[in-house]
T-cell receptor
Framework: DAGITQSPRYKITETGRQVTLMCHQT?????MFWYRQDLGHGLRLIYY???????DKGEVPDGYVVSRSKTENFPLTLESATRSQTSVYFC??????????????FGQGTRLTVV | AQSVTQLDSHVSVSEGTPVLLRCNYS??????LFWYVQHPNKGLQLLLK??????LVKGINGFEAEFKKSETSFHLTKPSAHMSDAAEYFC??????????????FGKGTKLSVKP
């Protein structure tokens, strides 16, 4: 199916464990993003990538690692999960840098609970 | 610095009555502005966008928004609410300058409830 898909949709993990959230897009968009959504904060950018093997930090990168070996995939790893990382995570993609006429397309989100 | 303020965290209307969701922005540069909608347990969907063309922007599902530079506002309206409009709405600013590649700035969201 065309689009942007995230997996898993729901995940419960324990404090200190490593967990990876997956994001896959079929449009060959150059840009991909990870956001977290917390009550009262809207969405905040964690990391983004302008192309394969090019990543950069966003507003709240601490505790997260990303990689982009292939254009279509952009996994987000929590190296040692903490309760403060309980959140809903959204992956997004765009064909060019955000701004101007460029729209970001969002996945359905992954709800992560750290216990 | 850029910022977005959604003035109401929750708006409740009756079906068939007008909807007004308020958004003010702050930007040092001429921004692009968006409204996204998030239905329960769904991803974000673009409703409409302003990119310095017409100041009155029409979107999907009968929504529209007017860019008012003098008031730094981008309020979202709909003449007649439908039950299916119940969702959370995000006002988003995207600064139009180099180096802003990843930075959509989201408001905190307005939850719209529609009563029968």
């Amino acid at each position: 199916d065309a689009g942007i898909t995230q997996s898993p949709r729901y995940k419960i993990t324990e404090t200190g464990r490593q967990v990876t959230l997956m994001c896959h897009q079929t449009w060959s968009h150059s840009y991909m993003f990870w956001y977290r959504q917390d009550l009262g904060h809207g969405l905040r950018l964690i990391y983004y990538s302008a192309a394969a093997d090019i990543t950069d930090k966003g507003e709240v990168p601490d505790g997260y690692v990303v990689s982009r070996s292939k254009t279509e995939n952009f996994p987000l790893t929590l190296e040692s999960a903490t309760r403060s990382q309980t959140s809903v995570y959204f992956c997004a993609s765009s064909e060019s840098p955000l701004g101007g006429n460029t729209e970001a397309f969002f996945g359905q989100g992954t709800r992560l609970t750290v216990v | 610095a850029q910022s977005v303020t959604q003035l109401d965290s929750h708006v409740s209307v009756s079906e068939g009555t007008p909807v007004l969701l308020r958004c003010n922005y702050s930007s040092s540069y001429s921004p692009s502005l968006f409204w996204y909608v998030q239905h329960p347990n769904k991803g974000l969907q673009l409703l409409l966008k302003y990119t310095s063309a017409a100041t009155l922007v029409k979107g999907i599902n009968g929504f529209e928004a007017e860019f008012k530079k003098s008031e730094t506002s981008f309020h979202l309206t709909k003449p007649s609410a439908h039950m299916s409009d119940a969702a959370e709405y995000f006002c988003v600013v995207s600064p139009n300058y180099g180096g802003s590649q990843g930075n959509l700035i989201f408001g905190k969201g307005t939850k719209l409830s529609v009563k029968p």
